[in-house]
């Protein structure tokens, strides 16, 4: 079982200025610290996930332990627990990805013959929240739940754009209302995205299809085009009456 005597001794990590309240930001990083293969993880990986130091890592555990977001085994290691469960469950429920997303990306997975993806923002990233993997061999691989960045990729700029983002850039996707990736984030992978509005046109996330960039040339996802906006307008539709339907 790990040692649970640690100092409270703040590492030089620890001293960086952060936004916001900073105790709530660095629990919310061990709890993001999991991953979806992640049954359990010890303290000293959750340190070294985090940035965090391991006495600043117990100390915020143990309190989260206290409402049920995390537990400690017997061998001494961390699991999510029954809240962190139920958040998630809450969040998939309230969003209907079953429903409304995962259909359509099989549609469009169908028509396109690539791997179709659904993102959210959340703060300065984007987040898989639904993948439906195309059907060839060799495809480019997202987990759901990843999160990626904003600024690297057609699905985050698409997110940005049409979340008001100031540049010359921004406004040229927002006139095209798409926007096409040549090996922007990965150097091998290209995309092209559209936004998915709710209801009062509230931005609720960018579909998109990737692939290899051997396959998926700017000729060839311009040939997609139709068929991302397409299906984009369709999903923005289903969002729009499940919302004011309240089947969300």
Same mark, same amino acid.
């Given at each position: 079982? /790990? ?24 629990? #919310? ?5 999991? !991953? ?29 332990? #206290?409402?049920? @977001? ?5 061998? &001494?290691? *961390? ?6 469960? *139920? =958040? ?61 960045? =904003? ?5 985050? $700029? ?19 209302? @798409? #926007?096409?990736?040549?090996? /922007? ?11 998915? @509005?709710?209801?009062? *046109? ?31 307008? $369709?999903?923005?539709?289903?969002? #729009?009456?499940?919302?004011? !339907? &309240?089947?969300?």
């Amino acid at each position: 079982m /790990e040692d649970a005597r640690l100092t409270e001794d703040v590492a030089p990590e620890d001293d960086a200025p952060e936004e916001g309240v900073v105790a709530v930001r660095r629990a #919310m990083r061990i709890l993001e610290a999991f !991953g979806i293969d992640d049954a359990h993880l010890t303290l000293a990986e959750l340190s070294r996930r985090t940035g965090c130091h391991r006495s600043t890592v117990l100390r915020l555990a143990r309190t989260l332990a #206290m409402d049920d @977001y995390l537990a400690q085994r017997a061998d &001494g290691t *961390w699991r999510l627990a029954r809240a962190a469960g *139920w =958040l998630g469950a809450c969040y998939q429920a309230t969003f209907n990805v079953q429903e409304l997303v995962q259909p359509v990306l099989r549609e469009l997975s169908g028509a396109t013959g690539e791997s179709a993806t659904f993102y959210v923002r959340e703060g300065n990233q984007r987040i898989c929240m639904a993948r439906v993997e195309g059907p060839k061999s060799i495809r480019h691989h997202v987990r759901v739940g990843a999160a990626l960045p =904003l600024n690297l990729g057609s699905p985050g $700029r698409v997110l940005l754009a049409f979340s008001g983002e100031a540049g010359e850039e921004y406004e040229a996707v927002r006139r095209a209302g @798409y #926007m096409i990736s040549l090996g /922007e984030r990965d150097a091998e992978v290209s995309s092209i995205s559209a936004p998915v @509005y709710g209801i009062n *046109w509230t931005l609720l996330g960018a579909i998109c299809i990737s692939g290899p960039i051997s396959r998926l040339n700017e000729a060839v996802l311009l040939g997609h085009k139709e068929a991302i906006l397409s299906t984009a307008s $369709r999903l923005s539709r289903s969002m #729009m009456g499940a919302r004011q !339907g &309240g089947a969300a």
